[in-house]
């Protein structure tokens, strides 16, 4: 199988582990990602506040460019699924360049789940994650606003859930997989971030839960570099914020897990090797 990759910066950057773990579990899966040649942000998350033409033209570009490809195009993070999915849905004037064969838009997360991924999935798993229980945050723009995103239950999804029980994690069910984290607010209102943050931490705790799982490079930032920062407000710490390909990549137990781990401001190497799924 053969799509089109569109890291975004995030992955480029300061996500390195989310990129590194998706390759990894797709080369295992048999999955070819092939990046987007020349590919540019896609304007995530100043552009359409800025300006709306400039926002439209520069995911616009990148759907051009992914035309010609002739392929689906994977996009592993929320705000740049985001911003290409809006640009899917707009009239084709209004990208910059046209697109004649506009290609479906398709989130990581969704790509992963689908039937015949799952099946292989599951046929690869070595070490299944001993029932680590997870609460699964989806964030604010990953399944909405449902007429863009075409997701059927976006106000309770599930489909991190289903991959954490396929992996042998134990997410548990809480009301906030949904609630934004304030995003890139952390750069003009971090007391907004800080407050949306700890109540997100305080929740998953009361859930029970042991990690947070994520799909999203901004949503993984603020829950996990602002910890100690909250602890000193009596919010819970030491919870440790991990990516879902990194869950996948554990439970294949491929060999590079450990070092994308170590990337972490909260460090999981403890926990992870408390369940037997990592050495100490």
Same mark, same amino acid.
């Given at each position: 199988m053969k799509v089109s990759y569109y890291p975004g910066c995030s992955l480029h950057g300061t996500a390195r582990e989310y990129d590194e773990s998706t390759r990894a579990v797709a080369h295992a899966l048999?999955?070819?990602l092939e990046e987007l040649p020349d590919w540019n942000c896609c304007g995530a998350s100043s552009a359409h506040a800025t300006d709306e033409d400039l926002a439209k033209g520069l995911a616009g570009r990148n759907l051009a460019i992914a035309g010609k490809q002739g392929m689906d195009l994977v996009v592993p993070c929320a705000a740049c699924y985001s911003r290409l999915k809006a640009a899917e849905v707009v009239p084709v004037n209004a990208a910059a360049g046209g697109r004649d064969n506009s290609p479906r838009v398709i989130s990581l997360l969704d790509f992963l789940a689908s039937p015949d991924l799952l099946d292989a999935m599951a046929s690869l798993v070595k070490r299944p994650l001993n029932k680590l229980k997870v609460v699964s945050y989806y964030g604010c723009l990953l399944v909405r606003p449902p007429r863009?995103?075409?997701?059927?239950?976006?106000? =309770?999804? &599930?489909?991190?859930?289903?991959?954490?029980? %396929?992996?042998? #994690?134990?997410?548990?069910?809480?009301?906030?997989?949904? !609630?934004?984290?304030?995003?890139?607010?952390?750069?003009?209102?971090?007391?907004?971030?800080?407050?949306?943050?700890?109540?997100?931490?305080?929740?998953?705790?009361?859930?029970?839960?042991?990690?947070?799982?994520?799909?999203?490079?901004?949503?993984?930032?603020?829950?996990?570099?602002?910890?100690?920062?909250?602890?000193?407000?009596?919010?819970?710490?030491?919870?440790?914020?991990?990516? =879902?390909? &990194?869950?996948?990549?554990?439970?294949?137990? %491929?060999?590079? #897990?450990?070092?994308?781990?170590?990337?972490?401001?909260? !460090?999981?190497?403890?926990?992870?090797?408390?369940?037997?799924?990592?050495?100490?």
């Open positions: 048999g999955v070819d863009t995103t075409g997701a059927l239950h976006h106000e =309770f999804p &599930e489909t991190m859930d289903r991959l954490m029980v %396929l992996i042998g #994690a134990l997410p548990f069910p809480w009301s906030y997989k949904t !609630d934004c984290c304030g995003g890139s607010l952390v750069l003009s209102r971090k007391d907004i971030v800080l407050d949306l943050t700890a109540k997100l931490l305080k929740e998953a705790a009361k859930a029970g839960a042991e990690a947070i799982v994520v799909a999203c490079p901004l949503c993984q930032s603020n829950l996990d570099t602002r910890q100690e920062e909250l602890a000193r407000a009596g919010a819970p710490c030491h919870i440790p914020v991990l990516y =879902f390909t &990194e869950m996948i990549g554990l439970a294949f137990s %491929l060999k590079d #897990a450990a070092r994308w781990l170590k990337r972490h401001f909260v !460090d999981p190497t403890e926990l992870l090797a408390s369940r037997g799924l990592l050495a100490r």
